[in-house]
């Protein structure tokens, strides 16, 4: 019975031992071959020059479109708490029942009131790539400054929309 444990012990180290036989007793050198390294050069710097001014015709856009983000908070703000009252009356209501499909309409209502809010970063986005293609980058801060406070009320008014759908389920 003590023979069972060496021979499979034995039986799994010897392919292990035919692996080591096929290896060549020199080694390839790791030194740096004659081609190697002959693009090495240091990369040059290439002078950018920083951003200009706003020019007048983008910042009358920027406008509109911070106007377009304020009226989206507002619109999302009137109609969430008439969204939150219908689906705390529908939570643990049967799907398709009336109580559940007055609050999905709540949250549809809450959707569409984010419309202007989507369609001003959707243009602002085209905006960007129209004006890096054309390497116009006068006003480009203000640009990213107005999208970022849109991204973060875009994800806020989505993080409401996820919760109101899954106290909803």
Known sequence: MKRAPFL??????LPLTACGSTQSAV????????YEGRFDVPV?????????ALPAALGERLARWDAALIKAQSQFSAQRGDAVRLVGAANG??????AWVVAQQAISRLMAARAPLTDAIAELDKLYL??????EFDGM????????????ADSAQ????????ASLK
Do not use: D, F
Not at 27 to 34: D, F, I, T
Not at 93 to 98: G, I, L
Not at 158 to 165: D, R, T, V
């Open 141 to 152: 801060p203000e640009v990213y400054a107005l999208r970022e406070r849109m991204l973060e």
């Open 27 to 34: 080694a390839p050198s790791l030194a740096k071959r004659p």
């Open 93 to 98: 209501a049967a799907q398709a029942s009336e």
């Open 44 to 52: 040059q710097p290439v002078p950018v020059a920083p951003p200009g």
């Open 8 to 13: 499979i012990t034995l039986l799994a180290v």
């Open 130 to 135: 129209e004006r890096s293609a054309a390497e």
């Open 158 to 165: 989505q993080a409401i929309l996820e919760s109101l759908n």
